[in-house]
């Protein structure tokens, strides 16, 4: 058993979540190892199929099993072990366990508030219902409270909005009332899944402020996912780089910025569109991001890497640890 370090709030180690398919195991997370400190924002980027959202979703098993399966790993959240997949043990907690701390102690922003949130009941009643299944509310407080944090994610009326269908309400609404319903407990660890994909420029940058102002409050840790870029440098304390599965680089944002060590780092960062280059095409990295079930062998980014070597082709390379806080897995180091 790993010691625990009561700066971590949640660590996971070598994870593996597989998927069952015609064409045979298909690896989406794939020895993928990272933490989050207490009262951090860890971001995860990488291209869409990199593993990002599988990653966080196996943390609360909400990867629907099957097809899905844990074939390895060890996940620890607040000093408790939630999984341990190893050769000699198999080792889950129960899925009551779970469910008390899914919603409770562990929020999810979703991607896409419209197929988040249920059609057929009023916001009211579904940003009340965790309060009254994880902390004992009656229906009268937790709509107060429901109306509270409505006021707090800066919902105009927020009554009247508590008793609205989501239909009727706009898109950066539904996400401020998606934010409201995924702090009403309190969480110690909220996961932001590409929460700001589906907005405009301008009210995703308010969604934006508001998740930071209200981390300042909560001092609640935040896993933020996107594949953008200018997002993760706003939000981020930390970042994770995820390709094919795996974590190709883990370092602290400014650092991964004014120095990239993956060439998949590099690469993306070389992508971004620029100010000062205007009417200049934009880099690419060439190719796509591989069919899981057909992942080259060794490193799985040698085939679109501009200073892939003989050995990237056969063996995936080890972590090189350049401090506490920055690693990377190529070949290069």
Request: hydrophobic share 35%.
């Amino acid at each position: 058993m790993s010691e625990f370090n009561s700066d971590v709030l949640l660590d996971v180690k070598g994870l593996k979540t597989y998927f069952k398919t015609e064409r045979g195991l298909l690896p989406a997370v794939d020895d993928a190892s990272f933490h989050v400190n207490r009262g951090e924002t860890l971001g995860i980027v990488g291209e869409s199929g990199c593993g990002k959202s599988i990653s966080c979703m196996s943390i609360t098993r909400l990867v629907e099993s099957p097809p899905g399966t844990y074939e390895g790993g060890e996940i620890t959240f607040d000093g408790r072990t939630l999984l341990r997949i190893n050769d000699d043990e198999k080792y889950m907690i129960s899925d009551k366990e779970m469910r008390d701390i899914r919603g409770n102690e562990i929020s999810y922003i979703f991607q896409e508030p419209m197929t988040s949130l249920n059609p057929v009941f009023r916001i009211g009643r579904q940003i009340s219902e965790p309060m009254m299944v994880h902390q004992g509310m009656s229906k009268r407080e937790s709509l107060e409270e429901c109306i509270r944090m409505l006021e707090l994610v800066r919902i105009p009326n927020a009554e009247r909005v508590a008793n609205e269908y989501p239909f009727s309400l706009s898109g950066g609404m539904r996400q401020r009332a998606m934010i409201a319903m995924a702090l009403v407990c309190q969480p110690k660890l909220l996961i932001a899944d590409e929460p700001t994909t589906a907005l405009d420029v301008t009210i995703q940058a308010q969604v934006l402020d508001l998740i930071n102002d209200l981390k300042s409050q909560t001092n609640a840790s935040i896993i933020f996912i996107t594949h953008d870029l200018s997002v993760i440098s706003e939000m981020s304390d930390r970042v994770v780089v995820m390709y094919a599965g795996k974590v190709a680089e883990t370092a602290p944002v400014d650092q991964l910025f004014i120095d990239p060590k993956h060439p998949y780092t590099q690469g993306l960062i070389a992508s971004r569109p620029d100010s000062g280059t205007s009417g200049d095409r934009l880099k690419v990295i060439p190719g796509n991001v591989p069919d899981m079930t057909e992942r080259p062998e060794g490193c799985p980014f040698h085939p679109r890497c501009e200073k892939a070597m003989d050995i990237c082709k056969k063996e995936y390379p080890p972590l090189h640890e350049f401090s506490d806080d920055h690693s990377v897995s190529c070949w290069l180091y």
